[in-house]
Structure formats: structure tokens, C-alpha cells
């Protein structure tokens, strides 16, 4: 049996699709915190490069991607698609499932896609340094890794228990020539204010991203890089359900249900967004859409659906999402990237909507689906995909029940060699 489809490197995308052309209506606006107006465009302009932000308000269903970004993804792009026939054996069911694998990139997981594009157009527009927030590491290498491709310096906040638990995340955003800090950190007064009132605090993204800005502010020729949550970013990593969609042509599917999991919600969305615009365009049928979080950070299945800020100390913009409240410091579970009090304002929309179904669970079963797959498939989960992982597994199980033949693919966004610590307390039982 076919297991494995890889399309050839004259078919990588040349465009990435851009949702906003096919909502129903325009998402809301970023808002100004000081006057609660929509935010102008050269409000932005302190942090992010002119074509990001061009990006970002941008209406077009697709643009291009410029051939210097092109020719770094074609080091590990396209992906493989792959078929889990010996976990589906495994679980003894009918149900057909795929994963579109994006470990094999030079940092282990889907986030150089952005990381790649945001570190050119800020090289063109003359930026020298970047700085950036990371939770469990994946973002924080991928930008290191980009940075060094464009001749760029980087900063990275570290979210402090990630910082703690994952020494070999560290090694990597050193390695590229990035400079790394835990966060909170003394280097900042967002970060001091917090130290002062938690000596001990863990961290969490929205301190960790109030500590890159306020660098990036205070940087010359230093900008601030994002790797979830807003719409460019979600726009450059839909080369990943793009090159999905021509894959699973080649295998002759289309899934029933797609499944990722979410923190900020960029590689949820890189997969499942140009499936959406499929079956908005009625090409083809609309699968279901599962977006799995952790239940100690459950910000689609507990949150509000309103404005808040992103960071801590209230320094980005208000915008429309689903959030669990600036304030809201996570437990320290092994999935650091999902560990965000917010999510993306399309995510949310459509969430909001019913178009996507969020779910939340445990760390304790997320972790034993990962071992199972692990074991059937030779691919070890990052802890944050292992929620994806897990949600397929249920279905499957389920399928196994009833006998549906369902196609299920799941975002399969990084690899979990840098967790091996995690997995190892797990197999032990002490976890």
C-alpha cells in the first residue's frame, strides 16, 4: 500500500491563499487601546515591516510568495503526506488516516514557514535585528534559523519553565546565532514587574511577547516578529494545506474531518484554512474542522469571544478573539506552544461562527495517544501535536464502533525529539 505522497519540487505553491477573501464578512478590526478605534495601519509600523502589515489588512485570496522565500522552503518543501496504516492496524479501524508532516524542516516543526517570509521582508526593508517571544521553543529556532538565512541578529524571551525544561531548544536558537533570555527576565520592566510580584512565576507567552516588544521598541532598527495568532502569519502557512490538498488529490481522498491542534492557532489554520476555501468556492464538500487544546489552557472551550490584549503588560493592540484573560498565567504542562491565553482573530471567527469545532483534553491521555503513535508509525509527536494526535485517535476509535470509513488528517506540526524528557516520565508512569 501507497503510504507516502511528495510532490515534486516544481509544484511547491507559488502563492499563499488568504481566507479573508472568503469570509462571510470582514473580521473585526484591530482596536487602539487608547481610543477603542480601529487601529491604522502606521500604528503598526514601529514593529513590523510595511509588507507584513500590507499583509495583514490585505483582501486578496491569494499572493505570492517571492521566490528568496521560495528557494529556502524548497530545502525541506513539499512535505510528505503519509498514511498511518500501521496505527490505524493498531487501533483495528476502518477509518483511513493522514498526516501532513511538518518535522522535517530545519528546526522540527511548521513554524520556520513564517519564520522564513517575516525575516526576508524585514531584511529588504532594512531591519537589523528582530525580537521575539518563543514558548516551547519551536518559534523561538525557527526565527533564529531565519534570521541567520537573511544576515538579521535575533533576540528570544523564553517562557521560563520552557526555558527549564527544554534545554536542547536552547542549544538550537544559540546554534543559529540567536541571543535567548527566560522570561520574565530583569532585562525589561515588563519583565521586572512581574519578578517583583512573582520571583518565581513560570512565565507565559502574553509576558513573554510584552518583553519583545518593549526591546523591539526600544531597539534601533529592531523589529518585533510573531509566530501565531496574526492574520500574515496565518497567511504564510497555508503553503501547508495547499500542498495538502494537491497531495490528497494524488492519493484519490478528501478528509471527512481535519484536525490540528491550537495555541495561537497558526498551524491549525495553515492546514485547515484552504480546505475552508475549497468548500466556500463548492468545489469541494466542507470537512469538519477539530481544533484541540489543552484543558488547563482552554481558551476556545472556556474563553470570551471579545477584545483583549495580547501581552501582559497590554502593549499590542485589542483585538477580536477568543481569550482566557492578559492576565491568565497557564499551569507548566509539557506543551509550552500552547499555552496562550488568546487565539487567533480568524480562528476565533470561526470558531464563533461553527465552522470549527474546538475540543480540549488532558495531558495525561494526549500523552498516551502519543506513545501509541510513536509506536506504530516511528515519528515521536511534539507534545503540542500529540493533542491533534489524540483527537484522531478518538475518532478513529469511534469509527471502529460504528464502522464509518472517515478520512481523518491531522496536522502533524513538529517533532517531539526535544521532549524526550517528557515522553520518559510518561512511559515511566511518573508523568
Keep these: 500500500m501507497k503510504t507516502r505522497f511528495l510532490l515534486h519540487e516544481e509544484e511547491l505553491p507559488h502563492r499563499w491563499y488568504n481566507v479573508a477573501a472568503d469570509l462571510d464578512r470582514p473580521l473585526d478590526p484591530p482596536l487602539d487601546p487608547r481610543t477603542n478605534e480601529p487601529l491604522s495601519p502606521e500604528a503598526l509600523a514601529a514593529l513590523f515591516p510595511r509588507t507584513c502589515i500590507e499583509q495583514e489588512m490585505c483582501s486578496d485570496r491569494f499572493v505570492d510568495i517571492p521566490e528568496p522565500v521560495q528557494e529556502v522552503y524548497r530545502r525541506w518543501r513539499p512535505t510528505p503526506l503519509q498514511r498511518a496504516v500501521n496505527l490505524e492496524r493498531a487501533l483495528g479501524t476502518p477509518a483511513r488516516i493522514y498526516f501532513k508532516y511538518e ?10 514557514n513564517t519564520a522564513v ?28 534559523f531565519a534570521c541567520a538565512n537573511f544576515g538579521l541578529e535575533c533576540t528570544v524571551f523564553m517562557v521560563r519553565v520552557s526555558y527549564d525544561q527544554k534545554p536542547y531548544r536552547r542549544a538550537m536558537i544559540r546554534l543559529f546565532g540567536a541571543k535567548i533570555l527566560p522570561s520574565p527576565s530583569s532585562r525589561t520592566q515588563a519583565g521586572q514587574a512581574v519578578l517583583a510580584m512573582h520571583p518565581d512565576s513560570p512565565g507565559s507567552l502574553g509576558i513573554a ?21 496574526l492574520n500574515h502569519v496565518l497567511l504564510h502557512q497555508t503553503v501547508i494545506g495547499l500542498e495538502a490538498i494537491q497531495q490528497l488529490d494524488l492519493a484519490g481522498e478528501w ?14 489554520a495553515g492546514l485547515a484554512l484552504p480546505f475552508f476555501g475549497e468548500a466556500q468556492a463548492g468545489r469541494r464538500s466542507r470537512p469538519r474542522f477539530l481544533a484541540v487544546e489543552p484543558v488547563v489552557c482552554p481558551t476556545l472551550t472556556r474563553g470570551e469571544f471579545r477584545y483583549d490584549f495580547g501581552d501582559t503588560a497590554r502593549l499590542t493592540p485589542l483585538l477580536k478573539m477568543y481569550t482566557l484573560g ?8 509539557h506543551a509550552g506552544g500552547l499555552r496562550y491565553h488568546g487565539m487567533a482573530p480568524i480562528v476565533s471567527r470561526l470558531v ?14 494526549v500523552f498516551e495517544s502519543a506513545v501509541l503513535f510513536a509506536q506504530s508509525e516511528g515519528i515521536i509527536p511534539a507534545p503540542e501535536t500529540a493533542h491533534a494526535v489524540h483527537a484522531a485517535i478518538e475518532l478513529a476509535r469511534r469509527c471502529a464502533e460504528t464502522g464509518e470509513e472517515k478520512v481523518i488528517l491531522i496536522g502533524f506540526s513538529g517533532h517531539g525529539h526535544f521532549d524526550i524528557a517528557a515522553y520518559d516520565s510518561v512511559v515511566q508512569g511518573i508523568g
Design 326 to 333: 492578559a492576565d491568565f498565567v497557564p499551569p507548566a504542562i
Design 255 to 268: 478528509p471527512d474531518v481535519v484536525v490540528g491542534c491550537v495555541g495561537g492557532g497558526s498551524n491549525f
Design 209 to 229: 511577547i510584552s518583553e519583545a516588544i518593549e526591546e523591539a521598541l526600544h531597539g534601533e532598527r529592531t523589529k518585533y516578529s510573531l509566530g501565531s495568532v
Design 103 to 112: 518535522g522535517g524542516s530545519p528546526t522540527g516543526s511548521h513554524k520556520a
Design 117 to 144: 517570509a517575516q525575516a526576508y521582508y524585514n531584511m529588504v526593508e532594512g531591519t537589523k535585528r528582530l525580537t521575539t517571544e518563543t514558548g516551547a521553543g519551536q518559534w523561538g529556532s525557527a526565527l533564529a
Design 352 to 365: 464563533a461562527d461553527g465552522v470549527i469545532e474546538p475540543l480540549a483534553y488532558a495531558q495525561k491521555e
